[in-house]
Nanobody, 125 residues
């Protein structure tokens, strides 16, 4: 049974950093596409960053986070991380971890089969 559990959200001042974690079970983070999405109040869900399976070796970042966010995975711990630096108020959202066997379905279409419950990130003074 595929499960994803996010953690690491919280309140941070503009310019600060957070690291989100996604604990995966029921599959290997090396074998599926896995990514981070976010949804701000009143806005549609947005793809933030995505990794393909390790064999395919693709990485995606939405333009607004390039140079500030870094996605990574640890196949020993079966975890995926999102390091977020230089945070801005517009990064405020609920952040979700998601996975799917298909890179295209998850990272292009944003319609993966498996989703975590989300973790809240608030960037504010």
């Amino acid at each position: 049974q595929v499960q994803l559990v996010e953690s690491g959200g919280g309140l941070v001042q503009p310019g600060g950093s957070l690291r989100l974690s996604c604990a995966a079970s029921g599959f290997s983070v090396d074998d599926f596409a896995i990514g981070w999405f976010r949804q701000a109040p009143g806005k549609e869900r947005q793809g933030v960053s995505c990794l393909s399976s390790r064999n395919d070796g693709n990485t995606f970042y939405t333009n607004s986070v390039k140079g500030r966010f870094t996605i990574s995975r640890d196949n020993v711990k079966n975890m995926v991380y999102l390091q977020m630096n230089s945070l801005k108020p517009e990064d405020t959202a609920v952040y979700y971890c998601a996975t799917d066997p298909s890179w295209k379905r998850l990272c292009h279409d944003g319609s993966g089969d498996f989703w975590g419950q989300g973790t809240q990130v608030i960037v504010s003074t």
